[in-house]
């Protein structure tokens, strides 16, 4: 636009000079208003043309870490010596508008308020504006959020200076969680005897689980004196407590193109990741050992503990995890997940979408080991189906009716039936049910593969 109107004003320029010609030709007085004109238009064009803008940006956030459905405050001052013409800034997230990952912040963050893009005149005098734009956060992730462009332009089309600067400012959106406070049920492993070695357990909780005889290398703290003292035999007896660990659980997350049905910021994928968190924020509450990984494999992956540091570990994987179109092939599974399983025998926990038999086909060859023709299982596999029917309904026909919830369609008992036996499977509607309901749903499922 900057281009034209420079065009546009030579072009004007150009009609005065010949007039002035005409009038020194002519001897008419009147037409040497013209000359006046141009040569103070000439004069003005020289005098700001060597004139470069000095423009500094201060940028600030807010906050750099929100949760997902919160507003950050994106705040900048400008300010600008020198220079004649027209200045256009963008602030995030419009300055990243020409690099590659624009599309995640398109999908990801929403300006509510305010513009990040932003065109003003410099006259002769200083320039200083302040800018504030309120953003929203659709989807969880981590984004740069330091980068500011400008670009001048002459107003006569001197010169034309673009330039940009990373204040290297970082905005991390958390996924939502749910904490599960009240009871849902004794989810506690019901084997008194753990399955793995006690170097791969924890060390003990204050979960009492019962009085019982004394064996060596038991702690001395946990000795009963007590209840050894009233013994009709007289035996030493100990307390036993439950371990931290005592069983481990995995969470498989499906990352195929069935996931991403809906929304960018609501979808099977992301709802799954809000489930994970919540469940397991319950789980090691209760002091179960939780891991987790992708299928197919993308490198991303919690090896197995539990405790708070672990919490955070999974939250930070799941912040980067993304649905993708191509992956690996369909057998493969990352040789750390072969290990942990066979080790460890954990409670395996698939969340999927199971929308077609296509999708059945992929999960066998996932958890089917063996020969062709036969389905070796890499044990009991809790499968969590997240339906996307109810996602993509209100999707299409939000804006012009409130959505009901559609439920569970009919078909897909059809292709549970063609799941390994040894799999179990719950269907769940993010629309049609919350969280809390559904963990309440999983826990006597979890108790069963324990």
């Not at 750099?64 to 602030?91: H, K, P």
């Not at 905005?171 to 008194?192: A, D, E, F, N, W």
């Not at 990984?293 to 994987?317: E, K």
């Amino acid at each position: 636009m900057v281009k034209e109107v420079a065009k546009s004003y030579f072009t004007l320029l150009a009609i005065p000079i010949v007039l002035s010609v005409l009038a020194f030709i002519g001897t008419a007085k009147e037409l040497l208003i013209p000359v006046i004109f141009s040569v103070l238009m000439v004069a003005l064009a020289l005098y700001t043309g060597g004139d470069e803008p000095q423009v500094s940006i201060e940028l600030a956030l807010s906050r750099d870490r929100v949760f997902v459905g919160d507003e950050v405050e994106v705040r900048a001052r400008v300010r600008v010596r020198g220079g004649f013409g027209l200045l256009s800034i963008a602030l995030p997230p419009a300055s990243y508008r020409d690099s590659g990952d624009y599309a995640r912040y398109a999908e990801s963050l929403e300006v509510t308020r305010g513009n990040s893009v932003h065109v003003v005149f410099k006259g002769f005098r200083d320039l200083e504006r302040e800018y504030v734009v309120r953003i929203k956060a659709l989807r969880r992730g981590k984004f740069e959020f330091g980068l500011v462009r400008y670009t001048y332009h002459h107003m006569f089309g001197m010169r034309v200076i673009e330039d940009s600067w990373d204040k290297g400012l970082r905005l991390t959106v958390l996924p939502r969680y749910r904490i599960i406070r009240r009871g849902v049920g004794r989810i506690k492993p019901s084997l008194v005897t753990p399955r793995v070695t006690p170097i791969r357990l924890g060390p003990h909780s204050t979960d009492f689980i019962e009085v019982r005889e004394y064996v060596p290398g038991d702690p001395f703290k946990f000795i009963n004196w007590k209840a050894s003292a009233r013994s009709p035999q007289g035996k030493l007896l100990s307390n036993e407590y439950e371990r931290e660990g005592l069983r481990t659980v995995v969470f498989l997350v499906d990352v195929s193109e069935n996931m991403r049905y809906g929304l960018p910021h609501e979808n099977p994928l992301e709802y799954s990741i809000y489930l994970i968190l919540s469940l397991a924020k319950a789980l090691i509450r209760y002091g179960y050992n939780v891991g987790l990984w992708t299928l197919p494999d993308t490198d991303i992956y919690v090896m197995p503990s539990s405790g708070q540091t672990q919490f955070y570990r999974l939250l930070n994987a799941l912040l980067i995890i993304e649905g993708i179109r191509e992956s690996e092939p369909e057998d493969y599974l990352n040789p750390g997940l072969l290990r942990i399983i066979a080790e460890t025998k954990p409670i395996l926990i698939l969340l999927t979408n199971i929308a077609d038999g296509q999708s059945v086909r992929r999960l066998r060859s996932y958890l089917c080991r063996g020969d062709e023709g036969r389905c070796r299982g890499l044990g009991r596999v809790l499968i969590i189906d997240v339906v996307h029917s109810s996602i993509t309904h209100r999707e299409l026909l939000g804006k012009y009716m409130e959505t009901p919830c559609l439920g569970i369609a009919p078909s897909r008992a059809r292709l549970y039936r063609a799941l390994p036996r040894w799999t179990q499977v719950v269907t769940w509607d993010p629309l049609c049910e919350g969280v809390g309901g559904l963990v309440a749903r999983l826990m006597p499922r979890i108790r069963w593969l324990s």
